[in-house]
């Protein structure tokens, strides 16, 4: 019996690519299982030797799906059928839901205030502050939305202050209309220097100094309603 592997599509639907370059005929009576259903994958990975199917485009990697024998899917999609149907599963589902709520909920809040903790505008701009959490914790923190906010990887005041930036870049800046060099490395030297743009914008804030209001990019952004930025930005 094939043991359970990580393998790369090929263009033969049922040939696949090991990751040490090698090609394997999947074997007769196996099915490809979809991605999709994360329950199911499960159940079937753990019923016995399975290649997953992974697939590299650009920076991120795709599920293909599950080759695996065809009696362990069907019987694993029956069982979890019959499981999914009882009362129990869907009170499970319920109350997944309403604590994944309470979570997102409780999220949000610590992130605006972190993003509070990285403005620390003055007094005088406290109320700029406050709007500006809002703003950019409803940007930034949805699931799914791609964005540094939804990362683990790095500290909530680091993902606080990427947002602040991101946010910043797309209200405060002509970065949506400029037309940038396809040069490896030239989007990246735009973001840094509109970033140091921003950091100066914000610092105004930090003083109690007055500063022209209408003539300040930040203040402009505040004052008018947000465009939604770009997902991932």
Request: hydrophobic share 40%; proline share 8%.
């Amino acid at each position: 019996m094939p043991d359970s592997l990580t393998v790369g599509p090929t263009a033969d639907p049922r040939r696949v690519r090991t990751q040490d370059g090698r090609f394997l005929t999947v074997p007769e009576g196996w099915a490809l299982l979809p991605p999709g259903d994360a329950g199911l994958t499960r159940r079937v990975k753990a019923a016995g030797p399975s290649w997953t199917v992974q697939e590299k485009v650009g920076r991120k990697l795709f599920s293909r799906g599950v080759w695996a024998p065809e009696a362990h899917i069907v019987q694993a999609r029956a069982a979890l059928d019959a499981e999914r149907a009882t009362p129990a599963y869907e009170k499970k589902l319920a109350a997944g839901r309403a604590r994944r709520a309470r979570e997102q909920e409780e999220y949000e809040v610590d992130f605006a205030n972190a993003v509070l903790r990285f403005l620390a505008f003055s007094p005088a701009w406290l109320p700029h502050a406050k709007r500006m959490a809002v703003l950019v914790a409803a940007h930034a923190t949805p699931v799914g939305s791609g964005t540094v906010a939804r990362t683990e990887r790095i500290p909530i005041e680091r993902r606080a202050e990427a947002a602040v930036i991101a946010w910043m870049r797309h209200q405060t800046t002509s970065y949506d209309d400029m037309r940038i060099a396809r040069v490896k490395g030239a989007r990246r030297e735009v973001r840094r220097e509109l970033a140091d743009i921003s950091r100066a914008v914000l610092d105004l804030h930090r003083r109690d100094t007055p500063h022209g209001s209408a003539s300040c990019p930040l203040c402009t952004a505040l004052a008018a309603p947000a465009k939604p930025p770009p997902a991932g930005t």
